[in-house]
């Protein structure tokens, strides 16, 4: 209670700010979100969808996490918050913390420190996709935006299953080769496939979307209303005129949209996924902007629907402050996009043929337990892909994809510069090739990333927050749980400020030998390895 307290006013002491509480009981809850198929999926406080959660920019979410669900660990991921000051909050399980078992709570504590479009998710196995997600709005009351629109209008766009995660992939993820992705059974436009969003005539608005999917890429746009592009994940852009975008997973946008002057018709929303997924499937969710409610929905022509062509690539979006491209990197890495056999037979996803596999004991309290040692990569094992990362220096990943699928990666912590991306087919970027002039002036910065296949994708930034953040496949399924790296950035000013003795630990004995395998009857959980590093955190917290 004691280090709560203090890092509160660690916290309030940066900028003036209110402290925002929130009590989310993590618990089952049947809904039918799409109308076809009541199922148990994970809600809050015994409703689905879960709450938005919405403050200023500066304040502190206090959020107490009660997991009530039988037989689940449970974690909460606060995707694009920078969690600068407080890394052992960013919620991915052996990254950062050990998981909340069944029937116990833990704090999340941290400031919204970027305002912008978020969404918090579950970050244990494939939870998100039973339910356990929701929107993150952090407004800004100097948003350079602010005098172009009078209200907001904030929608979700997701992939939905009518299954429970843990029976689709099965136990010990007998499903999880990657011919068997599961195809989602419908489209969920905020959370239902009717969703009515009431407008007044003449009235500007600013519309935050945001994907909370598990695999599905979505196009999205409003029928006979142009859209002007002003943030993408956080980062405000240049004012660019779009028909539709469209969002990967993950990934979310803020547009601003004026509403018609006559009130004779009502338009639709349209979101709809990438056909390569299934087309045979309820792949399009609709819901209306409603001017006039006594009016019949109506139809709408599908021909009018935009392809990928039609679509702005975000590579030309343009940051509204125009921060210039970072110098050249100080440390650069080549991750290539591997389909590696696992152990136990599966294929899986990997880089550098390396399948990322959580720690027992997470990352960040190796670093924090390791004094001077936490600067050698070997102590975190190879197979969590660590990258050992110095303070403010300038980090460059080459993530090359050479496979037919095009794949979504998230680094945790951070907002990158995408500072290359090429089309299709265009192979292998070689790093060696003097690039430097062909690199946008001022790149489009954003923390989820779209990677064609048989291409690859450049970006840089710079290793100013301490911590320990995971570069990570944002399509939620086994068979993309290998795809990631761990960066340990700049561990000895992270031991400056947080300490493994100071941190809330979910029950500290749940990090002991043999004791999470046991308890995680989740099945998909990933068979923890044990660092050399371990035997330093059994001491008691
Ligand atoms: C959460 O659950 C606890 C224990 O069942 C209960 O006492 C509390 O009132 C619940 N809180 C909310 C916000 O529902
Ligand atoms: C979309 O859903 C969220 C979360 O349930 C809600 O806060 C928001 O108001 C909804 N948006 C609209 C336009 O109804
Ligand atoms: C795995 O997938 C197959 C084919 O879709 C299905 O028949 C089987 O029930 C699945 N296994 C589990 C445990 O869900
Ligand atoms: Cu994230």
Known sequence: MLSTIILLFYLTLQVASETLHFDFNITWVEANPDGLHEQRTIGVNDEWPPPQIEGNVGDIVVLNVRNLLDHQSISLHFHGISMRRTPHMDGAVGVSQCPILPGKTFQYIFQLTNPGTYWYHAHNGAQSADGLRGLLIVRDPKSPYKHEYDEEIVLSVSDWYHEQMADLLGSDHENSTIAELPVPDSILLNGS?????????RTRYLVRVANMGAMTGQYFQIMDHEMVIVEVDGVYTKPQTAAGIYLAPSQRYSLLMTAKKETSANYPIITTMEPANGLDHENTATGWIVYDSSLPAGEFDEQVMLQRSEILDDKHLVPLDETPLLDPPSQSMTLDITMTESEDGSRQWSFNNTIYSPPTVPTLYTALATKQKATDPAIY???VNPFVLSHNEIVQIVINNPSD????????????????RSEDGAGALDVMD?????????????????????????????????????????????????????????????QKSLSLSSIPIPFGDACAEGEVDIIMANP???EGVRTPADSVLYVPI
């Open 193 to 201: 496939r009717d969703a009515q969003v009431q407008v007044t005539p």
């Open 381 to 383: 094992g190879t197979p």
């Open 405 to 420: 699928t095009e794949h979504v990666l998230h680094l945790h912590g951070h907002e990158c510069q995408v500072i290359y």
């Open 434 to 494: 003097n690039h430097e002039k062909r690199f946008p002036q001022a790149p489009m910065r954003r923390d989820t990333v779209l990677v064609n296949p048989h291409s690859s994708v450049g970006l840089r930034f710079k290793a100013d927050n301490p911590g320990v953040w995971l570069l990570q496949s944002q399509i939620s399924w086994p068979s993309h749980s290998g795809l990631a790296a761990t960066f340990i950035e700049a561990p000895l000013e992270l």
């Open 524 to 526: 998909l959980h990933i």
